[in-house]
């Protein structure tokens, strides 16, 4: 699968973003302000 980097994965949006290509099983790396709401 891809390699998928998701800016703001904590915020509305980036949430659902970081849990689909998770779903889909692509390797993702999260980029967030507050690393403990990941």
Do not use: P
């Not at 800016?7 to 692509?26: M, N, P, S, V, Y």
């Amino acid at each position: 699968m891809s390699k998928i980097a998701i800016i703001g994965a904590t915020g509305r949006a980036g949430r659902q973003l970081l849990e689909e290509a998770l779903r889909r099983g692509h390797s993702v790396v999260a980029i967030a302000r507050n690393t403990d709401k990941l």
